[in-house]
T-cell receptor, first 116, second 117 residues
Framework: AQKITQTQPGMFVQEKEAVTLDCTYDTSDPSYGLFWYKQPSSGEMIFLIYQGSYDQQNATEGRYSLNFQKARKSANLVISASQLGDSAMYFC?????????????FGKGTRLSVIA | DSGVTQTPKHLITATGQRVTLRCSPRSGDLSVYWYQQSLDQGLQFLIQ???????AKGNILERFSAQQFPDLHSELNLSSLELGDSALYFCASSVEPSGRVGTDTQYFGPGTRLTVL
């Protein structure tokens, strides 16, 4: 069963605008962690942000924020003030149970293109 | 730079051959994970080692094997290669959980792009 769903294969955003990349997840475990990674065309996987299932506040890291809606099982990534360098594939991933050395389960990704 | 190193960056070989991919985790990280990224399968977990011992197995073929050495570097061995094994192979590392939220992020190496001709 698909545990991470990213419904947007590709998205376009104007430079300096904000963009939201969607991610929904499926788990019955109350303890889990959610992650977003960026993969530029060069291929490396860059960690952006995480959210623990017990975190009370939404995670933020610079221009990245995570809109975590636990009841809806969604963990959308918000990128503010988009830059040309943000053009890349973005992957949502989950680990369960949170805190353990468990592998990541990835979604299929969203390709973001930032337009000047 | 994540601190995880992988060699080689690119590898081109023929069907039926055997290759070894190498990974050095971040300083202090005891866990190493291997992932395969292909166009049709996406990012898939292969295998995990913790402090030299196999901890978890994912969709790893029997033709593939891995190990983690006392200095914590890891090698992924791929044998009897097929065209479908062409992919980007990532190594990731993380610390042992300390109970503190946020210590278990997996940091990825730059990947080894394997092309089987």
């Amino acid at each position: 069963a698909q545990k991470i769903t990213q419904t947007q294969p590709g998205m376009f955003v104007q430079e300096k605008e904000a963009v939201t990349l969607d991610c929904t997840y499926d788990t019955s475990d109350p303890s889990y962690g959610l992650f977003w990674y960026k993969q530029p065309s060069s291929g490396e996987m860059i960690f952006l942000i995480y959210q623990g299932s017990y975190d009370q506040q939404n995670a933020t890291e610079g221009r990245y924020s995570l809109n975590f809606q636990k009841a809806r099982k969604s963990a959308n990534l918000v990128i503010s003030a988009s830059q040309l360098g943000d053009s890349a594939m973005y992957f949502c991933a989950m680990r369960e149970p949170w805190g353990g050395n468990t592998p990541l389960v990835f979604g299929k990704g969203t390709r973001l293109s930032v337009i000047a | 730079d994540s601190g995880v190193t992988q060699t080689p960056k690119h590898l081109i070989t023929a069907t039926g051959q055997r290759v070894t991919l190498r990974c050095s985790p971040r300083s202090g990280d005891l866990s190493v994970y291997w992932y395969q990224q292909s166009l049709d399968q996406g990012l898939q977990f292969l295998i995990q080692y913790y402090n030299g011992e196999e901890r978890a197995k994912g969709n790893i073929l029997e033709r593939f094997s891995a190990q983690q050495f006392p200095d914590l570097h890891s090698e992924l061995n791929l044998s009897s290669l097929e065209l479908g094994d062409s992919a980007l192979y990532f190594c990731a590392s993380s610390v042992e959980p300390s109970g503190r939220v946020g210590t278990d992020t997996q940091y990825f190496g730059p990947g080894t792009r394997l092309t089987v001709l």
